[in-house]
């Protein structure tokens, strides 16, 4: 009925949690991929509790209220949540061979990605410019090393977005390559997750 | 596979065992989810719907509700047998996110006040 079920092993003996042999390569695969994000999340979880406890140490600069402006964030997080949306219908796409709609919503997941942090460098950018880089205060500190890792993640995640595109059309919808999809649209929708949590705390809870 | 009805196969997060249709609908019912709970956020930090001090908590409220949209519908966490691995990990997941940032936030606190009280104490 699935390919995951019937990759390797029939769906019959494949049940994992102790009974009836290993689970297929794809269950085992994600379920490893999954652990990874939630360490991730581990590690953002350091971030955001050395951004809620610095938050209002601005040493006499300028406070987040200052710096922010909602509106380019309401731009940012719809950017991101729409290409999340955009990515998780590619590798439904891709599942179904529909290799077509694959690469139409790639160009979208690609651009809305990429808009999302063209918005957040030029904000960065003109933080700094005004004076309000990482130096200037414990709360910017916090601020441009947890915005600015979460970008990191949406960067590199941009990246390895294109090497799969262009594995796709190297290779093919093979069983490997689909694998290597679902963890990055499982990348793709957990940094979606972070950014929630980074709108709310930092932006909203910030806000006048 | 109706011989095998009582038999749970695993799930990988992030994938929907059920036909074509029901998936790019889920994806889609999330996505309006996803947008109105956003834009509610939006909402309750800019204007005093809410009762002042409560916004803070209403903002939490909203996150973690999004939270579980993008979970449940993005990534097809639910509550089936075949999600048992999937959900042990993420709950594990959470506890020791609750206890960073909860912890940092309680412990920090609780020094700022003792460092009030001595520098109070210093200048008399």
Known sequence: MTIAATEFIPAET???RGGGGPASTRI?????FWIFLLSDFVLFSGLFAAYAVLADRT??????????????????????LLSSYTAGLGALSAERRRVGYFYLSSVFTFLLGAAFVFLEVREFADM???????????????????????????????????????????KGLRPHVLRRLLCFSL?????????????????LMGAP | MDRHEHVFDDRTPG???????ASYLSYSVGL????????????????????????????????????????????????GP?????????????????????????IIDNLHANMMEMSAHATQ
Not at chain 1, 59 to 80: D, K, Y
Not at chain 1, 187 to 203: E, P, Q, R, S
Not at chain 2, 42 to 48: G, K, M, P, R
Not at chain 2, 90 to 105: H, N, Q, R, Y
Request: hydrophobic share 60%; glycine share 12%.
């Open chain 1, 14 to 16: 494949a049940r994992g």
């Open chain 1, 28 to 32: 085992v695969v994600a379920y490893g």
């Open chain 1, 59 to 80: 040493a006499g600069g300028p406070s987040g209220p200052q710096l922010f402006h909602l509106r380019t964030v309401f731009i940012e997080t719809m950017c991101l």
């Open chain 1, 128 to 170: 700094i410019g005004a004076g309000a880089g990482p130096w200037r205060s414990a709360f910017l500190s916090a601020f441009f090393t947890l915005v600015g890792t979460h970008g990191a993640h949406v960067t590199s995640g941009l990246i390895w977005f294109l090497y799969m595109i262009a594995q796709v059309y190297v």
């Open chain 1, 187 to 203: 990348f793709w929708h957990a940094l979606d997750i972070v950014w929630i949590g980074v709108m709310t705390l930092v932006y």
């Open chain 2, 15 to 21: 994938v929907e065992e059920h036909e074509p249709t």
């Open chain 2, 32 to 79: 309006g989810l996803a947008i109105v709970a956003t834009i509610a956020s939006f909402v309750v930090a800019q204007t005093d719907l809410l009762w002042p001090p409560g916004i803070a908590v209403g903002l939490v409220v909203l996150a973690f509700a999004q939270i579980g949209v993008h979970l449940v519908f993005f990534l097809h966490l639910g509550s």
């Open chain 2, 82 to 106: 075949d999600n048992t691995n999937n959900i042990l990990a993420l709950a594990f997941g959470v506890l020791i996110v609750f206890l960073v940032i909860v912890g940092s936030i309680w």
